[in-house]
């Protein structure tokens, strides 16, 4: 199915699911910590009793999800509580990503931290899907095999995609590698190395803003704006993807831009990715800082979003259109006087998209620990 990340409530629950859902509590207690917690202090935040979080983050220790660290030196009276922290030895998650020009796979551990990394440089284009999914489903398992080598195991995957995804993983079209109802998860799990692992298929503009969501420092609302050969877009409210009644929300690159300009793939005429795409950038195009703010504009207008974060590969040209972007904000955007827009660079670059299929995975986990412990119980 398509990745969806939720959260646990912030508090216990009294019902035939308890145990699951205190457990889920407990784990992302510790992930949100800035300090290894004790078991008292999660009792304490949590709001349930120490005898119910020791039990629990034993299970969770048990399961190779924390670890305990061993107490600082004694300074006084007392003797020091040991600290809680993810464990970087137990269950990763692997992010795959197919764009135009690039294959790439990513694995990703408990802690956020990327463990392996490998990419691929090539027009994906002339291989159709099943040649790109052979080659990416290839690259993937010299990842998964790096990560178990690394004393990792692989809890599920990720597919990062430049197209609209159904619920159940199927690319109805990417229009610039020129797929159309392409079965992507039933073709990756072709490769022997991938067959047994949870596989989900996601927009990669989507993926890519829950990445950056998760580096965001402070930004729960945002624009993410994923500039490839396509142009994809995600956006985050109050700290949650939206994705529009059919999960096809985000196709800012063909929003128009001039109406009687260039002809693009999809068919229609004016589209934001013939002059701020990846193709459009490299060859100089001067309309292109101009064009993005026309965009941008008429979704903060609509939307009301205070920061926009330019990823993927816009971070090597950022510098270049900034300025411009801006002054069509500034000129275009109604509130701009009242409350101006932020624009920003993507903390996360070209790795946005991969890293966030990843952290899908991981995600997965934390938040529901109890299907985990059955795994490897």
Do not use: K
Not at 224 to 231: F, H, K, L, P, R
Not at 269 to 283: D, I, N, S
Not at 327 to 355: E, N, Y
């Amino acid at each position: 199915m398509t990745a969806r990340i939720s959260s646990p409530s912030s508090a216990p629950v009294r019902q035939s699911s308890v145990r699951a859902h205190n457990l889920a509590l407990v784990l992302n207690t510790v992930a949100n910590s800035a300090d290894p917690p004790s078991r008292a202090a999660v009792a304490a935040a949590t709001g349930l009793t120490r005898a119910t979080v020791s039990a629990l983050v034993d299970d969770l220790i048990e399961g190779g999800l924390l670890i305990e660290l061993d107490p600082p030196p004694r300074t006084g009276a007392g003797r020091p509580a040991a600290g809680l922290a993810l464990t970087s030895a137990g269950p990763a998650g692997l992010g795959c990503e197919i764009n135009v020009d690039y294959l790439a796979a990513c694995v990703v551990d408990l802690t956020g931290t990327v463990r392996q990394r490998f990419t691929e440089h090539a027009d994906q284009r002339p291989a159709g899907a099943a040649g790109a999914l052979a080659a990416l489903g290839r690259l993937a398992a010299r990842a998964r095999l790096a990560a178990e080598a690394d004393g990792l195991v692989v809890a599920g995957a990720t597919l990062a995609v430049p197209g609209l995804v159904s619920p159940a993983g199927l690319v109805r079209v990417a229009p610039n590698l020129g797929w159309q109802e392409v079965d992507a998860p039933a073709q990756l799990r072709a490769v022997p190395e991938l067959a047994d692992l949870p596989l989900a298929v996601d927009n990669e503009a989507n993926l890519a803003a829950l990445g950056e969501l998760r580096v965001a420092g402070g930004d729960p609302t945002f624009l993410y704006v994923s500039g490839e050969i396509g142009i994809g877009a995600g956006l985050v409210i109050d700290g949650e993807l939206y994705r529009g009644v059919r999960g096809w929300s985000g196709e800012i690159g063909h929003l128009t831009v001039f109406p009687d300009g260039r002809p693009c793939r999809c068919g229609a005429t004016g589209c934001l990715e013939q002059y701020a795409g990846q193709e459009a950038l490299a060859a100089g195009e001067p309309l292109a800082a101009a064009a993005l703010g026309i965009a941008l504009s008429a979704v903060v207008n609509l939307l009301d979003v205070p920061v926009i974060v330019l990823g993927g590969a816009y971070g090597p040209y950022f510098d270049r259109l900034r300025d411009g972007i801006e002054t069509q904000l500034r000129r275009r955007v109604l509130t701009a006087g009242l409350a101006p827009v932020t624009v920003r660079a993507a903390r996360l670059g070209a790795d946005a998209a991969v890293r966030g299929a990843a952290d899908a995975v991981i995600r997965r986990v934390r938040d529901d620990p109890a299907a985990w412990l059955r795994r490897v119980g």
